[in-house]
């Protein structure tokens, strides 16, 4: 079953902040996300293990809450370079079945 | 760049026709995914293996099957091909480890006419 994103779409300026969150019906083990660019592969961001331990790239933060299965990724002072689609991943146990979710489409314009 | 390469990149077929589309990495990675990516539907798993010759079904399995014989290749067959299976499909590696990422190779665009 895939997870539920939210927003599917977001526009914003240079500089701007942005929220794009993740949920699931079903009780997480891990949350992942990656960004992925017209017409290329998806790019790993970052992973979110319950429990609390986090891996990804220095500029991107996001939250995992276990008990509401939600996550959320924080995209702040935005460049263009973080236009593109975003997708989370998440796991419901350690099987590694890795399910995406739609994808939140994001514009950063000048 | 995690080596990770799928044939073809681009395939045309007709329907009812058999297809296979392959992914090799050269990681030695444990897990191997087929993904499909449609407008509107983001991605979606077909299958994974969690080893050679072990492999399970993901949310969109109907039409598909799927064969890992080495390590290294994981191939994503297509029986009968239909136009509903016109996609571009993603093939990841990951590797051993709940917090390791996948990293995804450069995908296939396959038409069916």
């Known amino acids: 079953q895939q997870p539920v994103q939210s927003p599917q779409a977001v526009i914003l300026r240079e500089g701007e902040d942005a929220v794009i969150n993740c949920s699931s019906s079903?009780?997480?083990?891990?949350v992942h996300w990656y960004r992925q660019k017209h017409g290329e592969a998806p790019v790993f961001l970052m992973i979110l293990l319950k429990g609390g331990e986090q891996k990804g790239h220095e500029k991107i933060s996001a939250s995992f809450n276990e008990k509401k299965q939600q996550s959320s990724l924080y995209l702040t002072a935005s460049q263009l370079s973080y236009s593109g689609t975003y997708f989370c991943?998440?796991?419901?146990?350690?099987?590694?079945?890795?399910?995406f979710g739609k994808g939140t489409l994001l514009t950063v314009n000048p | 760049d995690a080596g990770i390469t799928q044939s073809p990149r681009h395939k045309v077929t007709e329907t009812g026709t058999p297809v296979t589309l392959r992914c090799h990495q050269t990681e030695n990675h444990r897990y191997m995914y087929w993904y499909r990516q449609d407008p509107g539907h983001g991605l979606r798993l077909i299958h994974y293996s969690y080893g050679v010759k072990d492999t399970d079904k993901g949310e969109v399995s109907d039409g598909y099957s799927v064969s890992r014989s080495k390590t290294e290749d994981f191939l994503l067959t297509l029986e009968s091909a239909t136009s509903s299976q016109t996609s571009v499909y993603f093939c990841a590696i990951r590797g051993l480890g709940m917090n390791t990422e996948a990293f995804f190779g450069q995908g296939t665009r396959l038409t069916v006419v």
């Open positions: 079903k009780a997480l083990y891990s």
């Open positions: 991943g998440t796991e419901g146990g350690s099987n590694y079945k890795l399910t």
